[in-house]
């Protein structure tokens, strides 16, 4: 388990519903990451401990991803969601939880955003992240593949 990080009961078999209950001005306080056998909650001070700068890499969050080929990242809201390779996800992806002013503001994409450098389209660049769920083999997408902007 990554440092910081809370277990949280499954729920459902095994899988978290993803549901957000704990709101601070409209935006979720932590990121849950799903992988099947349970749920690993890091909450903003985690994050702020893990990465000072304001940000946190993909793969200090998930550790070791095993069997799993694709990393899934949904809106708190469950509005958006991307699935993203594994490779691409952990080689350029980072979580902003800050910028110079303090927390990341829900306009700027906060309080928690994922930007994918390099990435093979901007959708993977999710705002508002709540859900973090690690699969095999892609989950469908809330955009389509090549979107028009």
Known sequence: MSPGATLVPSIEGGTHTGE???????VTEWIDIEDGEGVRRFSRHT???MGPDGRVAVGDLVGDPGPFTHISFESADASYRASIPMSSAVAGGVIIHADSGGPLDPGDGGPFRLIVTDGDTACWNVKGVAVI???VGP???SVPPSPSH
């Open 20 to 26: 957000v209950t704990s709101y601070r001005d409209g």
């Open 47 to 49: 994050l702020e401990r």
């Open 133 to 135: 769920r690690l699969t």
């Open 139 to 141: 989950e469908p997408d």
